[in-house]
């Protein structure tokens, strides 16, 4: 069975501190895809990023970056210099592509403040 | 954005009554899921759908069915609504091959009393 962990609950921050949630999953798939979303105050769920199995690079989008560990099973996702506008619910997720789509095991989800 | 639409966005209904969520889509894609989100829990796979008739279940799939006759529309439906039910739902829809990213709708608020 998939399982993804997010042992962060909730992290309090002051605007321009950086900020690192952690994800941390479980799969016996060689194959798989993992994603972060984020659940603004008004409730969509906004995609992030995905990344693959095979493709350890980390990713730098702006003020985000993801460093993606299959050592250590971790795909964990940094804010630089957050900011108001970042506070929100933070998901991480596993696929299961078996059979084709994109079936997803979220995590509980860390809970962002960012504060003035 | 991708073409999601949710009705309704918000409903009460009283324990024992079915209740039909659904979700249309206007991007064409073949794969289509219905989560629901509750606290503590994030996000859960109830049923998704590999085409048209085509279904099966996720993992919290008892006391709900669906259907999709058509591929742009997926019907949720809880045949007899209990509290446990009180939720949010969301449809999602993704393409053709494996990790493509699913594309979310904006919810459905229900609440069973």
């Not at chain 2, 446990?84 to 494996?98: K, M, N, R």
Request: charged share 20%; glycine share 8%; net charge negative.
């Amino acid at each position: 069975a998939q399982k993804v962990t997010q042992a962060q609950t909730e992290i309090s921050v002051v605007e321009k501190e950086d900020v690192t949630l952690d994800c941390v999953y479980e799969t016996r798939d060689t194959t798989y895809y993992l994603f972060w979303y984020k659940q603004p105050p008004s409730g969509e769920l906004v995609f992030l990023i995905r990344r693959n199995s095979f493709d350890e690079q980390n990713e730098i989008s702006g003020r985000y970056s993801w460093n993606f560990q299959k050592s250590t099973s971790s795909f964990n996702f940094t804010i630089t210099a957050s900011q108001v506008v970042d506070s929100a619910v933070y998901f991480c997720a596993l696929s299961d592509i078996t059979g084709g789509g994109n079936k997803l095991t979220f995590g509980t989800g860390t809970q962002l403040k960012v504060e003035l | 954005d991708a073409g999601i639409t949710q009705s309704p966005r918000h409903k009460v209904t009283e324990t024992g009554t079915p209740v039909t969520l659904r979700c249309h889509q206007t991007e064409n894609h073949r794969y289509m899921y219905w989560y629901r989100q509750d606290p503590g829990h994030g996000l859960r796979l109830i049923h998704y759908s590999y085409g048209v008739k085509d279904t099966d279940k996720g993992e919290v799939s008892d006391g709900y069915s669906v259907s999709r006759s058509k591929t742009e529309d997926f019907l949720l439906t809880l045949e007899s609504a209990t509290s446990s039910q009180t939720s949010v739902y969301f449809c999602a829809i993704s393409e053709s091959g494996g990790g493509l990213a699913a594309f979310f709708g904006q919810g459905t608020r229900l609440t069973v009393v």
